[in-house]
């Protein structure tokens, strides 16, 4: 296996960590609502899903979102609000996401699009060399419990 080969996998796994942090802190914001524990999950992992455009496996999540859907818009603009101080990992995610697609022919513009539109993209913000992001993927990792 050559280090191309090795790099997009490696990346993608540090986006994961960063939509793990997100995930932690949205379902922090979210438990002090009235929603009971489960649908605070499932919002929460509808959310993250949108903002990276991952689809869900199981219909259930799907069907949920889109019942929900309202939700999950509000939901998704309480990032940018709420949780101000991801925007820097989650910028870099993104764009590091976006040029992982491009590299498999994947293109997902339109993922960092809506998320300039929510106000969660930081666009004067350079994109990030691989190791800077893989540096922050393991501060973040490790302050979140994530990494060891």
Partial sequence: MT????????LREGIDVIKMVL??????LLILTERN???????TGAVVNE????????EAAQIFSQVNRDAVEKTSRMISKDLNHLRIPLTDAL???FLCDSHEGIDSAAVLERAKK??????????????AFMSIVRSFGRAYGILN
């Fill in 3 to 10: 280090f191309e080969t090795q790099l997009v996998p490696t």
């Fill in 23 to 28: 995930f932690q802190e949205l379902k922090s």
């Fill in 37 to 43: 524990s489960a649908d605070v999950n499932r919002l």
């Fill in 51 to 58: 903002l990276f455009s991952a689809t869900h496996s199981k």
């Fill in 95 to 97: 764009r590091i996401q």
């Fill in 118 to 131: 929510q106000k969660i993209l930081i666009v004067e913000r350079e994109v990030p060399l691989p190791g």
